[in-house]
């Protein structure tokens, strides 16, 4: 995939065009990049046009400019798809990236031909209690970025990914994440119960990996219930499901979109 940027964004974006089909935008976990997907551009090049995103803060997207927030995530997606004359897409995120992914499709849900949320809870019926419940585990996490990257990301790792493998991988993208982008996720509240809860005007994939933490789980499923759409628990996975399964979860992607 090729980096591109736009003339007035920090943000950088990889495109993959080679196919005469539909679009598929792919947005990153927290503290890591787009690389994340790898396997998913491998499996799905030729077969669908891909674009993905360097959130702010994260990969080579840390060149911010007076003004730059990652609340304004949605409309650099939104002026890369102007640039390249982009009329519709399938979104996926996970993780962090299914919070960037719902915020484009509350202003632009015209562009939205599918959503698919991994590991990520619902930013328009969300739930503050559940994040109180989690928030003390979260601060002792970054105070051990603060203190050290590699310490964070070694404990990191085990947390979003559950396979040896998918656990190396993402530490290995982790250890890159600068201390001083700490900063841009703290916009991150802005975008959340921002919009009145709605019935999803396009088609919604949520799910996660069966061995996320239970919180994950229980919130994918009243997810699915409420917004009465399509749910996966993926197998022989954990919070980054497509590192850890990505064979299920390509296909899962693949029948979501086809069916």
């Given at each position: ?36 997907f790898e396997k998913q551009f491998e499996y799905f090049s030729g077969k ?18 007076r003004g730059d927030s990652i609340e304004k995530t949605a409309d650099w ?183």
């Open positions: 995939m090729k980096m591109l940027r736009l003339e007035h964004s920090p943000v950088a974006y990889y495109v993959d065009d080679s196919a005469n089909g539909e679009w598929v935008v792919f947005v990153h976990a927290a503290f890591v990049d787009h690389r994340m669908y046009n891909l674009l993905a995103v360097d959130i702010l803060g994260h990969g080579n997207s840390c060149r911010a400019g997606i939104y002026e890369i798809f102007q640039k390249h004359e982009i009329c519709g897409a399938h979104f996926v995120g996970v993780s962090l990236g299914s919070v960037f992914i719902q915020d484009f499709a509350n202003k632009y849900g015209d562009k939205v031909l599918s959503l698919a949320c991994f590991g990520g809870y619902d930013i328009n019926n969300f739930d503050l209690e559940k994040q109180r419940a989690n928030s003390k585990g979260q601060m002792k996490m970054m105070m051990k970025a603060f203190v050290s990257v590699k310490w964070f990301a070694k404990a990191n790792k085990r947390i979003s990914a559950y396979t040896k493998e998918a656990q190396e991988e993402f530490y290995n993208l982790n250890i890159k994440f600068r201390k001083k982008s700490f900063k841009y996720l703290a916009k991150l509240k802005n975008l959340v119960n921002k919009y009145p809860p709605e019935k999803a005007r396009y088609p919604l994939l949520v799910g996660c990996g069966e061995h996320d933490i239970p919180m994950e789980i229980q919130i994918v499923n009243e997810w699915a219930e409420r917004q009465n759409c399509d749910k996966v628990i993926l197998k022989g996975a954990g919070h980054c499901a497509n590192m850890d399964n990505p064979n299920g979860f390509n296909e899962c992607l693949l029948s979501f979109w086809t069916k």
